[in-house]
């Protein structure tokens, strides 16, 4: 007699399973709250990249004295940060090789930042030289001369006033101090001259009378320069 099936062998295989408790998704608030954190994470590590970012500066390893020829051994680099006002009128580092053996145009004390103003080019065009004037600004339009400039230059001796050199092209312009042009004081202007102006010019620092007159565009004197 053939026998039936239990009702527990019937069921074998065919009973559901145990269902799993679904996984909670995050909620929103969950996801702003980590949106949040990556975000002031990604702000703060902007902010000290941009407070640790830094540029080389050029400085003067011990005093440098006016004309003297610029080479690597007389400066050295120091950071600065690259928010640094001022920034953009430095020498820097990547500016050594450039500038190797332009002329300081002013002397310059030890640690001393240098400017990009106070070098110039060894020499001038048209086979003439360069020469630094130091003049008060009081003595020097004020100090609104700009680079191309043309000026000339007035002694005056004895109650006497004569003209030094005429027409000379102002190739830089350099204070004297971190005061910048604007203020009242000393600055240097230098000047393209040739051999017979540079000595001229020399006798009027030597004598301590000094008018720097801006020519640009103006016609020449009649009289000849002393």
Do not use: C
Not at 40 to 59: D, I, K, P, W
Not at 163 to 189: K, M, N, R
Not at 195 to 205: F, H, R
């Amino acid at each position: 007699m053939a026998t039936s099936p239990s009702v527990l062998s019937r069921e074998a295989g065919t009973s559901t399973p145990t269902s799993r408790p679904a996984r909670r998704l995050p909620s929103v608030p969950h996801i702003l709250v980590a949106l949040a954190a990556v975000l002031a994470f990604g702000l703060n590590f902007l902010a000290l990249q941009s407070r640790e970012a830094t540029t080389m500066v050029v400085v003067a390893d011990g005093a440098i004295a006016e004309g003297t020829a610029l080479t690597a051994d007389l400066v050295r680099t120091v950071p600065l940060p690259s928010d640094f006002e001022g920034l953009e009128h430095l020498i820097v580092g990547a500016d050594l090789d450039r500038l190797h053996g332009w002329i300081v145009s002013r002397s310059v004390a030890d640690g001393e930042l240098v400017d990009r103003s106070i070098v110039i080019r060894p020499g001038a065009n048209d086979g003439l030289r360069t020469m630094s004037i130091p003049v008060p600004v009081e003595h020097a339009v004020g100090a609104t001369l700009v680079v191309s400039d043309r000026v000339d230059v007035i002694s005056v001796i004895d109650g006497q006033p004569s003209f030094v050199a005429e027409d000379l092209e102002v190739v830089s312009i350099a204070p004297t101090s971190q005061g910048g042009l604007s203020g009242v004081g000393p600055y240097h202007i230098v000047v393209a001259v040739s051999s017979d102006e540079a000595l001229a010019l020399a006798k009027a620092i030597d004598d301590g009378s000094i008018e720097v007159v801006r020519s640009t565009g103006a016609l020449l004197s009649t009289g000849d320069a002393s």
